[in-house]
């Protein structure tokens, strides 16, 4: 892999992660609204906007070569099972104050994405790496003892995400033709509980036009940071790619204490420095690399 696709993969990773960091700020909007339903618009409208991309693209041929490959059909199921567990549950959480629980999710993830890496991809960590894994795994593991319980919600946003990760990362197709079939297997789900079981909110011919823009919006909020995502897992480890997935929880983390105003503990503040503390020597390991490689290039 050359310098240029990590550059461009760490924009991606960038893009992404700013966006699912602020995400709550759209879904704070519609908290009137199930969780299920919710979901339900992201799949509709993020279908239509992928199916858009795809024709302006010209990726059907990419799409077609997917369709016809039985195992990466069967990757592609089950990655689009994963984020649709892990959409909803992410909007419940932030639309019943578990923002916090969220944020930790995501900043666990990080420490499952290295351990994915290492044990189904063969990634090897540097010393300085193995010291900022254990850091964040420290920090990391504050939090869950704070918590007095197991944090179910933050271990399964983990789970399905990390796991959805690594199915993306190995599966031969790209992100956009990807995600438009994962999002399409998912499609009569949505288009059913339309039918039978969405309430009123969900009635786009008497709502008022704003609101009908709001619910339309879950499509791009929900394409463009995935999108993102993907072209970067394809170019960057998943390590790499893992360690910068602090900047979407520690963006939820501010937003639930200094927004929301949820509880911030001291438990929760000795976690977050021992986190960012891990992202920094991490950062400084990967720019004294790529710095060692320019000076020999």
């Given at each position: 892999?050359?310098n240029n696709?990590i550059t461009?993969?760490?924009?991606?990773?960038?893009?992404?992660y700013?966006?699912?960091g602020?995400a709550?700020?759209?879904?704070?909007?519609?908290?009137e609204?199930p969780?299920?339903?919710?979901l339900?618009?992201?799949?509709?409208?993020?279908?239509?906007i992928?199916?858009?991309?795809?024709?302006l693209?010209?990726q059907?041929?990419?799409v077609?070569?997917a369709?016809?490959?039985?195992?990466v059909m069967?990757?592609?199921?089950?990655?689009s099972?994963l984020?649709?567990?892990?959409?909803?549950l992410?909007?419940?959480?932030?639309?019943?104050?578990?923002?916090?629980?969220a944020?930790l999710?995501?900043?666990?993830?990080?420490?499952?994405?290295v351990f994915?890496?290492?044990?189904?991809l063969?990634e090897?960590?540097k010393?300085?790496?193995?010291l900022?894994?254990?850091l964040?795994?420290?920090?990391?593991?504050v939090q869950?003892?704070?918590?007095?319980?197991l944090?179910?919600?933050?271990?399964?946003?983990?789970?399905s995400?990390?796991?959805?990760g690594l199915l993306?990362?190995q599966?031969?197709?790209d992100?956009?033709?990807?995600?438009?079939?994962?999002?399409?297997?998912l499609?009569?789900?949505?288009?059913?509980?339309?039918?039978?079981f969405?309430?009123p909110?969900s009635n786009?011919?008497?709502?008022?036009?704003?609101?009908n823009?709001l619910?339309?919006?879950?499509?791009?909020?929900t394409?463009a940071?995935?999108?993102?995502f993907?072209?970067?897992?394809?170019?960057l480890?998943l390590s790499?790619?893992g360690?910068?997935?602090y900047?979407?929880?520690?963006?939820?983390?501010?937003?639930?204490?200094?927004?929301?105003?949820?509880?911030?503990?001291i438990?929760?503040?000795?976690?977050?420095?021992?986190i960012w503390?891990a992202l920094?020597?991490?950062?400084?390991?990967?720019l004294?690399k790529s710095?060692s490689?320019?000076?020999?290039?």
């Amino acid at each position: 892999m050359n310098n240029n696709q990590i550059t461009h993969g760490i924009f991606y990773a960038l893009a992404a992660y700013l966006m699912w960091g602020i995400a709550p700020l759209y879904f704070k909007q519609l908290a009137e609204v199930p969780a299920m339903e919710i979901l339900m618009h992201r799949i509709i409208w993020s279908g239509l906007i992928l199916l858009m991309f795809v024709s302006l693209l010209k990726q059907w041929p990419k799409v077609r070569y997917a369709l016809k490959n039985k195992q990466v059909m069967l990757v592609l199921l089950m990655s689009s099972l994963l984020i649709g567990a892990n959409w909803t549950l992410f909007i419940w959480a932030v639309n019943n104050d578990h923002l916090l629980d969220a944020s930790l999710g995501y900043y666990i993830n990080p420490v499952l994405n290295v351990f994915l890496g290492r044990v189904f991809l063969g990634e090897r960590l540097k010393k300085l790496q193995k010291l900022a894994v254990l850091l964040a795994l420290t920090g990391v593991l504050v939090q869950v003892i704070s918590f007095g319980e197991l944090p179910l919600i933050a271990l399964a946003l983990a789970s399905s995400f990390g796991i959805y990760g690594l199915l993306r990362k190995q599966v031969a197709v790209d992100s956009l033709p990807g995600l438009l079939i994962e999002t399409v297997m998912l499609l009569p789900f949505a288009l059913i509980y339309w039918a039978l079981f969405a309430s009123p909110a969900s009635n786009m011919l008497t709502n008022e036009l704003n609101y009908n823009a709001l619910l339309i919006a879950a499509g791009a909020v929900t394409v463009a940071p995935l999108l993102c995502f993907t072209a970067a897992a394809r170019r960057l480890r998943l390590s790499a790619l893992g360690f910068m997935q602090y900047i979407g929880p520690t963006l939820m983390f501010f937003l639930a204490v200094n927004v929301y105003d949820e509880a911030l503990e001291i438990s929760k503040l000795i976690s977050f420095s021992f986190i960012w503390f891990a992202l920094g020597i991490f950062t400084y390991d990967a720019l004294r690399k790529s710095s060692s490689a320019c000076d020999t290039a």
